[in-house]
């Protein structure tokens, strides 16, 4: 959940535009914050109890709202060092790189790391002619920030209170896929191919919770495990 933050993928996303609108501050909150690593990450490896679950979810997203609000309150004044025309395709193709990795590990291991392509956009996007150093922080910003970050944490708490019967019901692989799509459609909303207002992203990750759900067959046991057969007419 920290790594949209510490990698640059978050900043793009500010400097491109992508919480223009509710529908951004939703899928930006969602997929960047409690996207498919984040859900992969409680259900596989956060164990204890329910308790210590949520503590847990709660100690991070502590440090997570308060720095995207601080990320976003200095975007003004690094947006009048970039252009913008030029940055935003490099958002895009972070995210892109984002999903791939979200739907392949073997993938990533030929794709460069989000921070290296964050850091070679703003190098092509630096304009110091336009560049203004006095703190102007847009509080509307700031705001829909915080927002996206607080509902990463709240769909993270959600997902950590329901862990047992989440393992039982969901498979995370299916999640991660339609999860890497849905990243791709907010690629390119990021540079115009989709309208930016358009819920595209979310009716993509609707679909895959949805396509997420495996519950257990009725011969199957709650565990995920199946049942040996071991009547001899049987087999």
Same mark, same amino acid.
């Given at each position: ?52 679950? !949520?503590?847990?979810?709660? =100690?991070?997203? @502590?440090?997570? *709202?308060?720095? $995207?609000?601080?990320? %976003?309150? +200095? /975007? #003004? ?64 910003? !700031?705001?829909?920030?915080? =927002?996206?970050? @607080?509902?990463? *944490?709240?769909? $993270?708490?959600?997902? %950590?209170? +329901? /862990? #047992? ?71």
């Amino acid at each position: 959940m920290c790594l949209p933050l510490v990698d640059g993928v978050f900043p793009a996303l500010v400097l491109a535009g992508a919480l223009g609108d509710p529908a951004g501050v939703v899928t930006v909150g969602l997929l960047v914050f409690g996207g498919s690593a984040t859900v992969a990450v409680i259900l596989s490896e956060l164990g204890g109890s329910r308790r210590d679950r !949520v503590r847990t979810v709660l =100690a991070v997203g @502590a440090v997570v *709202v308060p720095v $995207a609000a601080l990320e %976003a309150a +200095a /975007a #003004p004044t690094i947006r009048s060092l970039l252009r913008l025309s030029v940055l935003e395709p490099f958002a895009a193709l972070v995210i892109v790189a984002v999903a791939a990795r979200t739907a392949s590990a073997s993938v990533s291991a030929w794709l460069p790391r989000p921070a290296v392509i964050v850091a070679v956009g703003l190098v092509a996007s630096l304009d110091p002619s336009g560049a203004s150093l006095s703190a102007s922080a847009d509080p509307a910003l !700031v705001v829909r920030a915080t =927002a996206a970050a @607080a509902l990463g *944490v709240l769909a $993270a708490l959600a997902v %950590a209170v +329901a /862990a #047992p019967r989440l393992r039982t019901v969901v498979d995370v692989e299916r999640f991660r896929f339609g999860s890497a799509v849905a990243l791709g459609v907010l690629a390119l909303s990021t540079v115009g191919l989709v309208p930016s207002d358009s819920p595209l992203a979310l009716a993509v990750l609707g679909v895959t919770v949805l396509l997420s759900f495996d519950p257990p067959g009725e011969d199957e046991p709650s565990d995920g495990t199946h049942a040996a057969v071991t009547d001899g007419s049987a087999e």
